[in-house]
């Protein structure tokens, strides 16, 4: 032990692995590596939390004997402090409910980690380099590292500062300036997203959530006249696009009402006319910057729209307005790249912003009649995730944050994707890994295998429990499937290979390759292109990101979100061997490739290097613009 120690301290071969990563620990190790152990994340809180006591009492003590009295008699602070020491005690989480979710990750974590380790020859020889600086670190949490160490470490995991892109309301607020980086336009690939927190971002909500309910309504009109129930998706035509189709049928508890007002769809025509004046930049001229908020009563058309749409009221449409529907949602089309997805119930999901797994504190679902998945109790029906129909429910919700810090947004808002492609009729997104070796320039690797992971009951837009939306299989595996459907995975698991062999036997088998796989690569680079100036870039470092995609009916993929330190916890047969995979392949290309620049690097591929280019620092330059008022003659 103390041989392979010294060889391995002379070799730089030391490493630390903070998490349940065994499979990275057994792989270093199989290298001739040897670990420097670091205490877990519940002995370091321990402790932390001793020392604070520790320097409370000290405090207390210097201040007079009846405080030091009292905080040893005392020491759970049940007393109330004196105010000269009100500063000094431990800082708070934001709330209690993050605290606890701290906690308890930070305990799995550590109970992994325990019954992984063992003592054997392993710990000798970790007790031989507890000195020593260790070459490379795999850590779930930068912060729970000590940071002179940290920067001391030649080969992190993980970049700091990765707000930008692996948070919600980061990725939002980038994906945003894309325009500056790239000629692509974000809607054909990012669905419409809002930070709830920014006045404005609310504002352009609103609107948006207003036109999307006049388009929503001349669409329910053209499938009234097609003798069709009123709120039932429209099917696209079974020889264009793969998978199953599912129909939405209103409740059976919905009685049908009594006509609307004649004006309704001429409300909404009107609304869509001008809204396609403003996409032809028609209304520059106009004294108002925004003719859509104004036009007509919203409050009015929107009580009167829901209705429509979710309770089931009749419409009056002449054969006039019926060409003017088909002729304006022709041209809207043209226009908007997300008119495909959106359907004709108009649903938009609320999500945390910076929480991942579905976490957060708002409760089940705004918009359903059925608050509750089936088998599962009502306390842990609360994901976070939140979907709705209702513009006042979101605002509502917007409006109830508590305890946000300034300058950070508590929610974001983002438009559901209504017409996705669905497998057995279930609902279904794609976790897909790349890594990033380098910021400057920028170096991304795509990871050629991915997973699909499956709601546990059909999807169906009158129903928007999280047991039927929300793929997270930290989220599913809360629920009882009590009547499972044969023909999905019993884990709700698929491989990218199954899923290839299930576009196959619909015909669709080119779909994969020439749709789907260029299209979630372009959208991770453009995320990664927007996000580049915000990260903390530094040599050494690499991380492997999950990002998710749902597919789009046309097999088109959509970003959802880029999740930083995807977990390797194997939930299925499929996850354990893929996620034991991709980490023998990470090392393979962090570590291996540094020595044997052609040694296999596995199912990675180079996605995108970017050429270096030599920059001069614009110091001391004068940058100003000169020029004088004009003045009327």
Not at 301 to 325: D, N
Request: proline share 6%; hydrophobic share 35%; glycine share 6%.
């Amino acid at each position: 032990g103390r041989l392979s120690s010294r060889v391995s301290l002379q070799e730089k071969k030391i490493f630390s692995v903070h998490g349940p990563y065994p499979i990275i620990r057994r792989l270093l190790r199989a290298r001739g590596w040897v670990e420097r152990k670091l205490p877990s994340y519940e002995t370091q809180r321990k402790q932390q939390m001793g020392d604070q006591k520790k320097q409370q009492l000290e405090k207390r003590a210097s201040g007079g004997g009846d405080e030091l009295r009292e905080a040893v008699l005392n020491p759970r602070g049940s007393a109330q402090p004196s105010p000269g020491t009100a500063a000094m005690q431990h800082p708070q989480p934001r709330n209690k409910e993050n605290k606890g979710q701290g906690e308890d990750e930070g305990k799995r974590e550590d109970k992994e980690q325990c019954n992984e380790d063992s003592d054997d020859i392993h710990d000798l020889m970790s007790f031989l380099v507890q000195d020593q600086v260790p070459n490379f670190l795999w850590t779930t949490r930068l912060r729970s590292i000590d940071s002179e160490l940290l920067q001391k470490i030649e080969v992190v995991n993980r970049y700091p500062r990765m707000h930008a892109l692996s948070t919600k309301e980061g990725l939002c607020q980038s994906l945003q300036k894309l325009s500056w980086f790239e000629q692509v336009d974000l809607n054909t690939f990012f669905p419409r997203c809002y930070r709830l927190g920014i006045v404005e971002e609310q504002e352009a909500f609103i609107e948006d959530f207003r036109l999307t309910a006049a388009r929503s309504l001349l669409k329910l009109a053209l499938e009234k006249l097609e003798d069709r129930p009123v709120g039932t998706e429209q099917p696209p035509k079974s020889g264009k696009v793969p998978g199953d189709h599912v129909s939405h049928p209103m409740p059976p508890t919905v009685r049908q009402g009594s006509p609307l007002y004649p004006q309704l769809v001429e409300e909404a025509l009107e609304v869509c006319e001008q809204h396609l004046g403003v996409l032809a930049h028609q209304d520059i001229d106009r004294n108002t910057p925004s003719p859509c908020r104004t036009c007509i009563a919203w409050d009015r058309f929107l009580q009167a729209y829901y209705r429509v749409a979710h309770e089931g009221a009749r419409l009056v449409l002449s054969k006039e307005q019926r060409k003017r529907c088909q002729d304006l949602l022709q041209r809207l089309g043209e226009q908007l790249p997300q008119l495909g997805i959106e359907g004709s119930l108009n649903v938009w999901i609320l999500k945390p912003s910076a929480k991942s797994r579905g976490r957060g504190k708002a409760g089940g679902n705004m918009g359903d009649t059925h608050s509750h998945g089936e088998g599962m109790p009502p306390s842990l029906c609360c994901p976070g995730i939140v979907c709705a129909t209702r513009l006042d429910e979101v605002l509502r919700l917007a409006q109830s944050r508590t305890g946000t810090p300034a300058g950070v947004c508590e929610w974001v808002v983002q438009k559901y994707v209504e017409r996705l492609l669905t497998i057995f009729g279930t609902k279904f997104d794609i976790r897909q890994w790349f890594v990033v070796t380098d910021w400057k320039p920028l170096t991304v690797w795509f990871y050629r295998d991915c997973y699909l992971r499956f709601c546990s009951r059909p999807f169906s837009l009158h129903h928007l429990e999280p047991v039927r939306h929300l793929c997270n299989v930290s989220i599913q595996k809360r629920y009882k499937t009590s009547q499972p459907d044969p023909r999905m995975p019993r884990d709700r698991v698929w491989s990218n290979k199954d899923f290839q062999a299930y576009l196959e036997q619909l015909g669709q088998g080119d779909a994969w390759h020439q749709v789907m796989v260029p299209s979630m690569k372009a959208a991770i680079l453009n995320a990664l292109r927007c996000t580049r100036d915000k990260v903390g870039s530094r040599k050494g470092c690499f991380e492997l990101f999950g990002a998710d995609f749902l597919i789009g009916e046309d097999c088109q993929p959509w970003l959802l979100e880029i999740n930083s330190c995807p977990t390797m916890s194997p939930s299925s047969a499929v996850t354990r061997q893929l996620c034991a995979n991709v980490q023998q392949d990470t090392l393979r290309l962090v570590l291996d490739r540094k020595d044997k620049p052609t040694c296999s690097i596995g199912a990675f591929e180079l996605l995108y290097k970017e050429v270096a280019v030599t920059t001069c620092l614009p110091v001391g330059l004068n940058l100003m613009v000169e020029g004088c008022s004009l003045k009327k003659p």
